[in-house]
């Protein structure tokens, strides 16, 4: 055994003795064995007796055990489960205090045998999870566990992890599970199990908690084609911010304004959107899931894209007269919206013919009367008396539509004067003879003429 004695007196705080063990390779559960010692005259503790285990001559990590009082002799276990192929080394440490008195380690024995007060941990495995999740890792022991012992998850460079839960099974297993809550990048690293118990300590191998981040993609989606209710895209993730292996994606789209939003999922790298509105702006982003809980990554830089306008449903309904004069016409119609229109842009014309001087007049004029709750419209400049064709029309960039077609006779109108020069008269004895020619506008049916 190893023999170590240090005399703190005249020594100032902080200084500090090593003793090392040899490398340790063990196939088989066994048990290192040591006594210590630590008193000073004076009651104030002469320094700190820490107890490291270094594996496969990697960083020597926090203390496993450590003391600062005894009094007496007394004796501690370490139950170490680093086995085979990896290798470990026990380093016993001396820190002072400033006070003077002895710190002593004595029959240090690797035994071939399980521990008699210390719990034994079996093999620790390594645990991978997404970054925001839980990392649980399962601490299996053989021995007893008693209410006094302390037990935590110890890492290297990276925090502790409090237990969570314990689960006996019998006298000789139990199953202490430790967490690592909203695990990120930074808690990544190894962590072994332990166990402090009134007899020494218990130490597992080393296990790598490894944090992946979900997938991001870099790039939006690209635009393939565009119609009036589709768009085709090309996912355009093969370049990812995040970890990998992809195991699905989705194809996230929402209305630039408004709240609507739709996800579907993909199989393919490039995918049809259907049912979309016309003349519409979407976003349309990526979403790529990796293995586990919270694999999927946050939506990819957004894609922006207008649908086309389709074909308007119809033409404008119930076309009606509101009022008729001699020389004008006022019609209204049915309201309609962007349903009717499908698209945002459009325009009404309101278009008539009428027979004038003997040959087809053919007149359009643009109504902007079309957001209104009452639409109407006033024709005027026409002729009284006169049949006058009326249709509407309705046209967005992408086609048209027509209203029926309304057939409204202007009003009569007072007649334009006899032309003088057509007056004739046959004078006789007892009368004159009065001839003339017809006005030239009658602008009705003449009902009398006055002399």
């Not at 237990?163 to 808690?187: E, H």
């Not at 009134?198 to 597992?204: A, I, L, T, W």
Request: charged share 20%.
């Amino acid at each position: 055994g190893s023999f170590m004695l240090v005399n703190t007196s005249g020594r100032f705080a902080g200084q500090k003795a090593h003793l090392l063990l040899p490398h340790l390779k063990e196939n088989d559960t066994h048990c290192i064995d040591f006594h210590y010692y630590v008193s000073s005259k004076s009651g104030s503790s002469p320094g700190t007796l820490n107890v490291y285990v270094k594996v496969n001559d990697g960083p020597i990590g926090n203390p496993v055990w450590n003391t600062s009082t005894t009094g007496t002799w007394n004796r501690a276990e370490l139950a170490i489960s680093t086995f085979w192929p990896n290798f470990y080394q026990v380093v016993f440490e001396v820190v002072t205090s400033g006070h003077p008195g002895y710190v002593a380690i004595d029959e240090v024995k690797v035994l071939g045998h399980p521990c008699t007060k210390t719990p034994h941990f079996l093999r620790l495995q390594s645990v991978e999870v997404n970054a925001g999740q839980f990392a649980t890792f399962q601490c299996t022991a053989n021995g007893r566990t008693n209410t006094g012992d302390r037990l935590w998850l110890q890492g290297i460079y990276v925090r502790d992890a409090p237990l969570k839960d314990i689960k006996v099974f019998n006298s000789r297993r139990f199953v202490a599970l430790f967490s690592v809550v909203n695990a990120t990048k930074r808690d990544a690293g190894n962590y072994r199990c332990m166990i402090r118990t009134e007899g020494g300590v218990g130490v597992s191998n080393y296990a790598e908690l490894i944090v992946k981040e979900p997938p991001v993609p870099i790039a939006p989606p690209q635009l393939s084609s565009v119609g009036a209710t589709y768009l085709w895209i090309q996912l355009n993730a093969n370049s990812i911010n995040g970890d990998g292996p992809i195991v699905q994606r989705e194809v996230e789209y929402r209305t630039s304004s408004g709240s609507w939003y739709d996800i579907q999922p993909v199989d393919s790298t490039s995918y049809k959107i259907g049912h979309l509105d016309p003349d519409t702006e979407y976003e349309i982003s990526v979403l790529l899931t990796r293995p586990g809980e919270g694999g999927t990554g946050s939506p990819g830089p957004a894609l922006k894209t207008r649908t086309k306008c389709a074909d308007p449903m119809r033409g404008p309904r119930k076309l009606e007269v509101v009022e008729i004069k001699s020389r004008q016409i006022t019609i209204c119609w049915e309201p309609f919206g962007y349903n009717v229109t499908r698209c945002h842009r459009y325009n009404l014309t309101v278009h008539y013919r009428y027979q004038a001087g003997g040959q087809e007049q053919v007149r359009e004029e643009v109504s902007w009367d079309t957001e209104s709750s009452h639409p109407q419209h006033t024709i005027t400049s026409l002729s009284p008396y006169t049949n006058v064709s009326i249709k509407l029309v309705l046209m967005n960039p992408e086609g048209r539509k027509e209203s029926q077609e309304l057939v409204v006779q202007t009003d009569e109108d007072v007649p334009s004067a006899v032309p003088l020069e057509s007056i004739q008269g046959s004078t006789f004895e007892e009368k004159i003879f009065l001839q003339w020619r017809e006005p030239a506008q009658t602008y009705g049916v003449i009902t009398l003429y006055e002399v």
